[in-house]
């Protein structure tokens, strides 16, 4: 009969380095930081701990060091892809750390997203990461106050918390309705959903330009603040159609709407470019595979995680970064969908 595990909660530090054959104080360290034990005492602390079921004490750990090694990460969709790549990026820098994450969906709101932080400055995290730059002014005063770093993601600003990293969705907006214009279109429409900031920032780039051009038509703007969708793209193509049957091209404020966008042209027998030139924006995968191909802004988002990860962790070395906002910036890719107009 194999050994009888007793509750993780009696187990002490200890038992596991006895059982692992190392001192207390490289088993405390192996908890604390992985990378400072040898190859072979970390393959038997961590065994030792498994096999009596022992499970470090974050609580009061946090109490003696007055921080966890927990970071959390704060972001407004678990299924938008956009936010997924993000994922992958900070959890591929903390792969092998000591720092472990806690995750929490605001689903695009400031003041769930004020709740979620006050419980997370509350248990003490080494590090935050939060999206966006328009939190609450109660927000904004808690990660003033945490003692911790602070990354601010997704885009910059003239004032970080703390740190911040992304790009200018004002900037990556002008950039491809200038593209547009350059490939001989000029009855431009915006198709836009959910409308947070960021993509209120993309709508008045869109704005900007058009109306330096001497081009801009509200009626050529069909936004909702229904979550986007591939079905939603279609009828906000529709509506957008239906308003200015005249339109030449549609800029998307993300790729789900550009499919959409694509497919309603395609019910409706409208060729893509030589009827309407569509253009989305965070360069998906499908983007490179639909039929037309399609024009979007690339985004870095796989390296804006990694770096944000990175961030926090060398703050906590005490290397923080000389600038504290990193601007990744994009690039437009250009595909079949926005072919120069013959």
């Known amino acids: 009969m194999g050994r009888k595990r007793a509750k993780a909660g009696k187990i002490r530090l200890t038992e596991v380095a006895k059982l692992a054959g190392v001192s207390p104080i490289t088993a405390s360290r192996f908890f604390r930081n992985p990378e400072a034990v040898s190859a072979g005492k970390r393959v038997r602390v961590e065994s030792a701990a498994k096999d009596l079921g022992y499970v470090p004490n974050l609580a009061a750990r946090a109490l003696a060091s007055q921080r966890t090694e927990v970071i959390g990460v704060l972001i407004p969709s678990l299924t938008n892809n956009v936010f997924s790549d993000v994922l992958r990026g900070i959890y591929d820098a903390l792969d092998g750390s000591r720092y472990s994450i806690q995750l929490a969906n605001t689903h695009y709101s400031i003041l769930h997203e004020e709740t979620l932080l006050r419980l997370f400055s509350a248990q003490?995290?080494?590090?935050?990461?939060?999206?966006?730059?328009?939190?609450?002014?109660?927000?904004?005063?808690?990660?003033?106050?945490?003692?911790?770093?602070?990354?601010?993601?997704?885009?910059?600003?003239?004032?970080?918390?703390?740190?911040?990293?992304?790009?200018?969705?004002?900037?990556?907006?002008?950039?491809?309705?200038?593209?547009?214009?350059?490939?001989?279109?000029r009855q431009i429409g915006f198709l836009g959903a959910r409308m947070d900031p960021r993509v209120q920032r993309r709508l008045e780039g869109y704005q900007a330009v058009m109306s330096i051009a001497g081009l801009f038509d509200p009626r050529l703007i069909v936004t909702t603040?229904?979550?986007?969708?591939?079905t939603l793209?279609?009828?906000?193509?529709?509506?957008?159609?239906?308003?200015?049957?005249?339109?030449?091209?549609?800029?998307?404020?993300?790729?789900?709407?550009?499919?959409?966008?694509?497919?309603?042209?395609?019910?409706?027998?409208?060729?893509?470019?030589?009827?309407?030139?569509?253009?989305?924006?965070?360069?998906l995968e499908f983007m490179s595979s639909s039929v037309p191909t399609l024009t979007s802004v690339r985004t870095n988002r796989y390296e804006m995680g990694k770096n944000a990860a990175t961030m926090v962790m060398e703050?906590?070395?005490?290397?923080?970064?000389?600038?504290?906002?990193?601007?990744?910036?994009?690039?437009?890719?250009?595909?079949?969908?926005?072919?120069?107009r013959s």
């Open 124 to 185: 003490k995290p080494a590090g935050l990461i939060v999206t966006g730059i328009n939190q609450t002014a109660e927000s904004r005063a808690i990660l003033e106050q945490v003692d911790c770093p602070v990354v601010q993601i997704m885009e910059i600003g003239p004032a970080p918390i703390d740190m911040m990293i992304g790009f200018s969705h004002f900037d990556a907006a002008k950039a491809a309705i200038s593209h547009l214009l350059e490939q001989g279109y």
């Open 225 to 230: 603040a229904v979550p986007t969708s591939m």
């Open 315 to 340: 703050a906590l070395d005490g290397r923080r970064p000389e600038q504290p906002v990193v601007d990744l910036g994009f690039s437009i890719i250009k595909r079949q969908s926005s072919a120069r």
């Open 233 to 283: 793209g279609g009828t906000l193509c529709a509506d957008l159609l239906a308003k200015a049957p005249d339109i030449e091209a549609v800029f998307c404020v993300n790729d789900d709407l550009a499919l959409g966008a694509l497919f309603e042209c395609k019910r409706r027998h409208m060729s893509v470019p030589e009827q309407v030139a569509i253009v989305g924006f965070n360069d």
